[in-house]
């Protein structure tokens, strides 16, 4: 009887580990940078319509393949958030046995619901494809199983005041906002929550950074982790330095010089060339503002 | 004390008093203060008229007036600002800050004309109010007066919205042309005719 049983119990193991095998050796592993422009890309385009070709992308995958913390600070509309969702995606991929928990922060929780509500659109074709079964009816929640296999990726604010979540990666994706910086202690508060709440939650010595953003202000978030040697920090601004557009396919100069009209000077040269405002600095320029002024006839 | 200055000389109804009488709408923003920091209102006016077709927000305005109102009552202030603005038969709208709610008594009293508007501002609101205020500057859609004193007080303003204390202004002309733009931004379910004693 007991030898029976030792018997069905093998047979069952053993048959549980050709499903394991079955379930993940149908999806050979792939680089960031050929899975982004093989399998996510063209999903992201599914969603959102035809995307430009973008070679900074494959880059930035290629430091993402050899280091664990990696900040990218770069314009707005570079697709740097498409590159976060993409790590996440790469994971979900991945990913064979065991749990895998991610945590998706932004600015506010409603943005990280908002990017990971986006992401779930992009996984619809791509997860059952790698043999995962969506777990859950949450639309802002990822949460996928397949036989010894369990990945899960929530949404997160920095404003939250609740300790953060355990987890193997961590994405933290525009988390400066720029309507809550009303003060020094705003931007310390951040800068803390972050150090003290969030970054010590990292499971492992495996587990992984990202931090994708744009600068803000001198001494946010963005800042401190270019200056923190753990980070692998690249940052690309709308026009290089001898000139040139970063991204000419999809923002030559002179959509960059029509952007600069319409959002004004000082929001250019912060948000797509990367100079974050000195807090004491005063809000209007003096030049801006001696131009302003009437004198004599208008 | 009360300095005001007042000058329509940028607009296109300098020189031609029949215009003045033209539908040319007042916007004014109100920044409330008596003791410690004075009252500021600054009237803006867009340069086309008002059935221009343009949409509001996308008009360009000038300053024709900056009244400074240190340490009087608010029922003087408020009889001040009546009269710097009892001026043409275009619709009107003014905007005060209302955070800290000093003119909630008077409101109540029913010593406030409708068309003052109370606007409570948050870190948010602020924020945006002032992105719109510097784009309107730098893109040249607000040409503003040639005080000194305003000047001095819109300078005292950081990039974290704050006015230093040590100088003798306080960021008061900051946020009333802040709410003065944001005025502009009102639209009026019927547009209404401002007349003395109807209105307020």
Redesign the interface.
């Known amino acids: 009887m007991a030898s029976v049983l030792r018997r069905s119990i093998s047979e069952l193991l053993a048959e549980l580990g050709a499903l394991e095998k079955r379930a993940t050796s149908d999806v050979p592993p792939l680089p960031l940078g050929e899975f982004l422009s093989r399998e996510f890309l063209p999903a992201v385009a599914q969603v959102e319509g035809e995307l430009v070709e973008a070679p900074h992308l494959r880059a930035w995958a290629e430091l993402l393949e050899c280091h664990r913390f990696v900040a990218i600070i770069a314009f707005r509309g570079s697709l740097k958030s498409t590159l976060a969702k993409a790590v996440v995606a790469h994971v979900l991929r991945s990913h064979a046995r065991g749990a895998y928990d991610a945590v998706y922060y932004s600015a506010t929780v409603d943005l990280a619901r908002w990017h990971l509500r986006r992401l779930k659109l992009y996984l619809e074709g791509l997860a059952p494809a790698w043999g995962w079964r969506d777990a859950t009816a949450g639309e802002a929640v990822l949460r996928y199983e397949r036989p010894g296999a369990i990945f899960s990726c929530e949404p997160a604010g920095l404003d939250q005041a609740s300790r953060g979540r355990r987890c193997n990666l961590l994405v933290l994706d525009d988390v400066s906002d720029?309507?809550?910086?009303?003060?020094?202690a705003d931007i310390d508060r951040a800068l803390e929550s972050l150090q003290r709440r969030i970054l010590p939650l990292l499971k492992d010595k495996s587990a992984r950074v990202l931090l994708v953003g744009t600068p803000l202000?001198e001494g946010d978030v963005i800042a401190w982790a270019e200056k923190n040697p753990e980070f692998l920090t690249t940052r690309l601004p709308a026009i290089l330095a001898d000139g040139q557009a970063a991204w000419p396919q999809k923002y030559p100069l002179e959509e960059l010089e029509r952007i600069k009209?319409l959002?004004?000077?000082?929001?250019f040269r912060a948000e797509y060339l990367l100079h974050a405002?000195?807090?004491?600095?005063?809000?209007?320029p003096?030049d801006?503002?001696e131009?302003?002024?009437?004198?004599g006839e208008? | 004390m009360i300095a005001k200055l007042i000058d329509w000389s940028a607009h296109p109804t300098k020189g031609n008093p029949e215009r003045l009488l033209s539908r040319y709408s007042l916007y004014a923003g109100l920044d409330v203060g008596r003791f410690v920091h004075p009252s500021h209102l600054a009237v803006i006016v867009p340069l086309e008229r008002d059935d221009s077709g343009v949409p509001a927000h996308k008009r360009h305005f000038v300053q024709v007036a900056s009244v400074w109102l240190d340490d009087e009552p608010y029922v003087e202030q408020i009889k001040v600002i009546k009269e710097v603005l009892a001026v043409g038969v275009g619709s009107r709208k003014l905007y005060y800050d209302n955070t800290r709610g000093e003119l909630v008594a008077l409101r109540e009293q029913g010593l406030l004309p409708s068309w003052w508007c109370g606007i409570t501002l948050t870190a948010e609101s602020k924020m945006q109010m002032a992105q719109r205020l510097l784009l309107a500057l730098e893109q040249g859609r607000l040409k503003l007066l040639p005080d000194e004193r305003q000047k001095r007080s819109l300078l005292m303003v950081n990039n974290l919205l704050k006015a230093e204390e040590s100088g003798g202004e306080h960021g008061e002309a900051f946020t009333s042309l802040m709410l003065a733009l944001e005025a502009t931004r009102w639209k009026p379910l019927v547009e209404s005719v401002y007349i003395e004693g109807l209105y307020g």
């Open positions: 720029p309507k809550k910086l009303a003060s020094m202000i009209r959002v004004g000077e000082k929001s405002v000195a807090p004491a600095d005063t809000f209007i003096p801006v503002l131009a302003a002024i009437l004198r208008p």
